[in-house]
């Protein structure tokens, strides 16, 4: 009886035992999948992190509000002791310098590295091999072609094309002659602007594209882009431009040539916004906000903790025009003459953003 009753007792305990050691190996399996919640994270990641911002070049205006973003948040983060410091590269614009730039941030075995590419395929290898390497690598406004990274932070660029030229057609009646003018080529944001662009005017055989042009996101190239062109065509009844200085570029452009102003899309960049207010502008716009910089610091650190960040995030477009440019206007004075205008964000923002 004795004995029963202690074989029963030792049998009782191993199951115990054994239902623990369960518990705590079904635990452990959870504690790893939090742990890699994200795609590429993986390793001994610990706090304070190493932040990389891989830049394609750092002229423009914009890019220097985004980096100012970027910088702004970090420090943030580092009073919370979730980032130690920040390295920031400058490929003036050379894909290849920037892939050498993100394999000495892959050598110097970064936590995260923040990239706006300057090609959609030639960084496709680097930002894989970083993945493979554990580190969360975040995407944002300029896109590459592979998926092989944590996330991709951006608006909808073939929105972008898609709105601004079905405004165009409206304010045309379907019929007139334009321009298009557009970023860089190969610059992911410029190309998917041009593309979702193409099925509205596809659909419009009444507008008639007199040329287009490619040139920086910067004001002088543009303006002296619409010059030329100015002298070449007599009649120009709109022009589809993607990008806010290119706008400014055009409309200095047409009232330097003392040329009547034409309906005109673009950007929530100060300059245009300013132009089209003096120039009382048959104007549209949409924002790529420069805080999309900050966001995607925020969105590494939190993938860097073991939260699922989705692969693909998408910030909404908002669309600027009469009813609204005063608001914009009205906040100025608080970017450069020659910046953009961006909508205010807080991370209550972020974290609405990523939960989508």
Known sequence: MIKTSLLRKLTDRRALMAGVGLAVLAFAATAGVAQAASNCVKGDRKAPYRIGWANI????????????????EVDALKKEGLVKDLMITDAQGNAQTQIQQIQSMIDANLDAIIVEAGSSTALDRVVSDACAKGIAVMNFDSLVDTDNLTAKINTDSLEWGKQAAEWMVKQLGGKGKIIIMNGPAGVSVSDDRRKGAQPVLDANKGLEIITETNTEYNVAPA????????????QIDGV???????????????????????????ENARQFLELWK?????????????WLGAFSVYAAVQALQGKTIPAEVKVPLPVIDDSNIDSYLARADKFPADGYIYSDYDRALFDKLLAQ
Do not use: C, H
């Open 223 to 234: 303006q002296e882009a619409m010059t030329s062109l100015l002298f070449a065509n007599p």
């Open 240 to 266: 589809l431009s993607l990008g806010g200085a290119l706008s400014a570029g055009s409309v200095l452009a047409f009232d330097r040539q003392g040329r009547d102003q034409v309906p005109t899309t673009g």
């Open 278 to 290: 003096e120039k009382k502008l048959k104007g549209w716009g949409t924002m790529q906000p420069n």
């Open 57 to 72: 070049y750092s002229v423009p205006t914009w890019m220097k509000q985004t980096e100012g973003t970027i910088v702004s």
